[in-house]
Every structure is written in structure tokens, then in C-alpha cells.
């Protein structure tokens, strides 16, 4: 069983940065895709990062590209999203997600487990 624990999320005022993590367990980490996806009240759940087995492909949805930042640690079993230059319009509460080959898909069903949801808050 696959489990994945995001970790800081919180509050911050717009402009500022937040570095999210996510710890996974129950699968060779080194050998397998990640990817981060976030989801607006109201709103579908959308693409935000995905990085490959060895983070040799890595994508942004445009709507984050030059401000975040996905990376991974094959050592500690970890993903990161680092995100700076935030807006109010990133606010949701962002998920990470692991899929069962070394890729770097942009859609969600490209993944098979999820975690639970780290919530980012952005004022203005």
C-alpha cells in the first residue's frame, strides 16, 4: 500500500513562498513518476507539476511556470513543490500524487495514489 504525507501547506501573504513536501512509503520511490495537482474551491482539480523517476523530465502548467519549482530527493522518498511569487489565485489545497511508472504525466489519471491535501491560503 502506497501512502503519501504532504506537508507545508498554511497562510501566507501574497509574494511570499511556501515549500510543500510529500513523503512517500510502500513503493520503490527512485523507480516511479510524481506529480502535484491542486484544487480550488468550486473548481476541478488541475495539473500544477510533475517530475520523472530521476527528474530528468519535469513539467509546469503555464499558469506556475517561472514561480514553482518541483523536486525530488530519491534518498528520502520525498517531493517537493517550492513556490514563490504567490497570488491569491493559488489558493486550494494541493495534492501529490505517485504514478506506477518512471513518467512524468500531466493528467491526473496518470496517477494511482494520492494524499490527502495540504491546504495554501493566499491573501492579498
Known amino acids: 500500500q502506497v501512502q503519501l504525507l504532504e506537508s507545508g501547506g498554511g497562510l501566507v501573504q501574497a509574494g511570499g513562498s511556501l515549500r510543500l513536501s510529500c513523503a512517500a512509503s510502500?513503493?520503490?520511490?527512485?523507480?516511479?513518476?510524481m506529480g502535484w495537482f491542486r484544487q480550488a474551491p468550486g473548481k476541478e482539480r488541475e495539473f500544477v507539476a510533475s517530475?520523472?523517476?530521476?527528474?530528468?523530465?519535469?513539467f509546469y502548467a503555464d499558469s506556475v511556470k517561472g514561480r514553482f519549482t518541483i523536486s525530488r530527493d530519491n534518498a528520502k522518498n520525498t517531493v517537493y513543490l517550492q513556490m514563490n511569487s504567490l497570488k491569491p489565485e493559488d489558493t486550494a489545497v494541493y495534492y501529490c500524487a505517485s504514478r506506477p511508472s518512471p513518467g512524468a504525466p500531466r493528467t491526473a489519471a496518470g496517477y494511482d495514489y494520492w494524499g490527502q491535501g495540504t491546504q495554501v491560503s493566499v491573501s492579498s
Open positions: 517530475i520523472s523517476y530521476g527528474g530528468y523530465s519535469i
Open positions: 510502500g513503493r520503490t520511490f527512485s523507480n516511479y513518476g
